[in-house]
């Protein structure tokens, strides 16, 4: 189902986004795997809407329901659901898209595909409202592969023209936490300041803004993942474009690295402390979409969001001529910040499942 992604650790994700609820189901993962509810709802609060005049006023607790797979507080091998239901829900701000499907939103698409029948309120299946099941399966991913010495942790590159300093070649679990931590995910809080200032502004001036998430995984070994069509990239990039609003992935330098010669871009290898290293890290730590044991860098393009306030061309459906539309109800000026957490989640759920492939469904 399209809904659904990973080889030995399934995950699918179900649910609108105004429905009574939305959730998910991942079958494979590892028994007797402890997971810290508390760690795990800090997890999910950071992509909680409704904190701060940066997002949605939409208030939801974002509180997970297991209905399975947890006993104990430990994975018992049975596959895990959990719902988080939805609480405050304004359908009647979505009356008017039935007919007159918003620019850059799949309204239209899903018209198409599913005769009329989709329910596209609050952008229905096809919400950022279903990243915060994601973070559900993220989030017990996160925990496992620590235990492993594996750390996943990102930080918003950009928001519009205002770029964050990268992340420095020695990466540590300790600045992924720092990051965390803060309530705006950057790496330097002045240009962070910028960013928000840059967000604001477009909120008043009734439009939306996108902007770049930079994610990083240490502490992985060298050999994980498959040539040509079964990389590491490969997959990865699969289940990033799950997340709504990404219209792009890179690794590494990415485009940059096609600016360059061969001697600027290629990773000299050296011995450090009795193993293979590279000194520098333009591959983003996979070669040949296999990991090199280097960290595993990655960025992810957000789109700006499609629902703004600005009237906007459109047709109607109903009569199948041009006509105007004007967006009501609550919806993020930049979704970018929100979606940091979601990067790592998909992140870490995607190499949980590669470490579970290459140790044939254990750890």
């Known amino acids: 189902m399209s809904s659904e992604f990973g080889k030995i650790l399934k995950v699918s994700v179900f649910g609108q986004s105004h429905g009574a609820a939305i959730g998910v189901n991942i079958d494979g ?14 997890f999910l609060d950071r992509r909680r809407p409704g904190k701060s005049p940066l997002s949605t006023a939409r208030k939801e607790a974002d509180v997970p329901e297991f209905l399975s797979g947890l006993e104990n507080g430990r994975t018992c091998g049975a596959p895990l659901c959990a719902v988080i239901r939805n ?18 939103h799949a309204d239209y698409t ?6 009329g029948f989709a329910d596209m309120r609050g952008g229905g299946h096809f919400s950022g409202r279903l990243t915060a099941p994601l973070c559900i399966a993220g989030g017990i991913a996160r925990q496992i592969l620590a235990r492993r010495g594996v750390y996943v942790g990102a930080h918003l590159r950009s928001a519009g023209n205002i770029w964050d300093e990268p992340f420095p070649d020695r990466l540590t679990a300790e600045l992924f936490e720092e990051i965390a931590a803060k309530p705006f995910p950057i ?40 040539p040509m069509f079964d990389g590491v990239e490969n997959r990865l990039a699969a289940a990033l474009f799950g997340i709504p609003a990404v219209k792009g992935v890179e690794f590494g330098d990415g485009f940059a690295a096609a600016r360059t010669r061969g001697s600027e871009n290629n990773d000299r290898f050296a011995m450090e402390h009795g193993r293979v290293v590279a000194t520098t890290n333009h591959a ?19 789109k700006p969001t499609p629902s703004i306030g600005k009237p906007q061309k459109t047709v109607s459906l109903s009569a199948m001529e041009n006509t105007d539309l004007e967006i009501h109800g609550r919806h993020d000026p930049c979704i970018a910040h929100r979606a940091v957490p979601v990067v790592e989640a998909v992140t870490a759920t995607v190499i949980l499942d590669l470490m579970l492939e290459g140790n044939h469904g254990t750890l």
């Not at 983003?284 to 957000?302: K, N, Q």
């Open 187 to 226: 790496l330097n809080d002045q240009y962070g300041e910028f960013m928000q200032g840059v967000i604001e502004k477009t909120r008043r001036d009734l439009n939306s803004v996108g902007g770049v998430i930079e994610c990083a995984a240490i502490g992985l070994p060298a050999g994980l993942g498959d």
């Open 110 to 115: 899903a018209w198409v595909k599913w005769k």
């Open 284 to 302: 983003g730590g996979i070669l040949g979409g296999i990991t090199t044991g280097m960290p595993v860098l990655l960025r992810v393009a957000i």
């Open 29 to 42: 993962l590892p028994a007797g795997e402890e997971v810290d509810l508390e760690e795990l709802q800090a």
């Open 87 to 104: 609480s405050d829900q304004h359908s009647k701000d979505y009356a008017e898209l039935q007919d007159k499907p918003r620019p850059g």
